[in-house]
């Protein structure tokens, strides 16, 4: 009886790799890949990374176009929004669908307001988006150029200009009084013409939206130097007649006037404090005092050059004035 053949464990486990590799290719060519059974005639799942208004977002999407996939996550978008790529572009696994949302915003410059919409992300960029406004490097915005926009803000542009001015401005002249005891006492004259001088002032000149709101001066230049101008009093007095007596005052006209019994109205005295040797000349306007030594009654002001108001009288002598 001839001998059983044994198999090594080896040549156990090559025939049982080859049973099953059979197996595989006997189902594979007759029955099919059940996994691909299980996708045929479904489109293939797309791995898609949405950006919306700043927010990101991983979708799985079956979708042939941006369009379809817009409608697929329901999102909508305004006639202003913007969409990359656009609506009829193919996508793909690993697409970048990027939507941008336009914000409606309020630009107030130069007294007038505009409703805009604006794709941008801050202030200064939704400005300079209007070609209509040119924003200077020292124009100012409120709020400040680099705030985010928001839905419904409200901005105002103020043009700043800061320019320096020169301006000729004149120096006032001084009036210089002397005497002159050749001229007579009632003559008064210009003897050298005053002449206003001038410097230039240079200024630092800011305007917002063309309005001056400050001016501060840089330096002055005086580039001509103004000239006194001198007027001649004279003093010569020439007396006549003399009296000797007592003065008193009142309030009368509040001018260089005085009462006097006898001299002829409107005529001039010469009237002497004789303590003091103060002197005024006052013109003859009214009558009186009468008694108690008095010769003169001088209007207040006149009473004050020469002596005291709270003595009430002066010693006094009264020369008629010639001249």
Same mark, same amino acid.
Request: overall charge positive.
């Given at each position: 009886?001839?001998?059983?053949? $044994? ?185 050298? &013409? ?21 001016? &501060? ?69 009214? $009558? ?36």
């Amino acid at each position: 009886m001839p001998s059983k053949k $044994r198999f090594t464990k080896k040549q156990i486990f090559f025939i049982l790799l080859l049973l099953g590799l059979g197996a595989l290719f006997f189902q594979r060519n007759f029955f099919g890949n059940p996994r691909e059974s299980q996708t045929f005639g479904a489109a293939a799942e797309k791995k898609v990374t949405l950006s919306d208004g700043g927010f990101f977002f991983e979708v799985s999407s079956q979708t042939a176009t941006v369009g379809d996939f817009l409608q697929e996550q329901k999102i909508k978008l305004s006639d202003h929004d913007m969409v990359y790529p656009q609506v009829d572009e193919k996508v793909f696994s690993g697409s970048n669908i990027i939507i941008q949302r336009a914000k409606k915003i309020t630009i107030k410059e130069g007294g007038k307001s505009r409703d805009v919409y604006s794709l941008q992300s801050t202030v200064e960029q939704a400005i300079w988006e209007n070609k209509d406004i040119v924003l200077g490097d020292d124009d100012i915005t409120l709020p400040s150029r680099q705030t985010l926009l928001k839905n419904d803000l409200k901005i105002a542009v103020t043009h700043v200009l800061i320019k320096e001015e020169v301006k000729d401005e004149p120096i006032a002249f001084k009036t210089v009084t002397n005497e002159d005891d050749k001229l007579g006492w009632r003559i008064k004259k210009t003897t050298q &013409k005053g002449v206003a001088g001038n410097r230039q002032v240079k200024y630092k000149v800011v305007l917002y939206d063309g309005k001056e709101i400050s001016r &501060k001066v840089l330096e002055k230049n005086v580039t001509q130097d103004p000239v006194d101008e001198i007027v001649t009093q004279g003093t010569f007095v020439k007396t006549g007649k003399s009296y000797s007596g007592v003065s008193s005052w009142y309030a009368y006209t509040g001018t260089m006037a005085a009462a006097n019994p006898w001299l002829p109205m409107g005529s001039y005295v010469k009237v002497t404090n004789k303590d003091n040797s103060k002197s005024v000349i006052v013109k003859i306007n009214d $009558r009186g005092p009468f008694g108690n030594g008095r010769i003169i009654d001088l209007d207040k002001v006149a009473f004050e050059k020469i002596a005291s108001l709270g003595q009430g009288t002066a010693n006094i002598k009264m020369e008629v004035v010639l001249n």
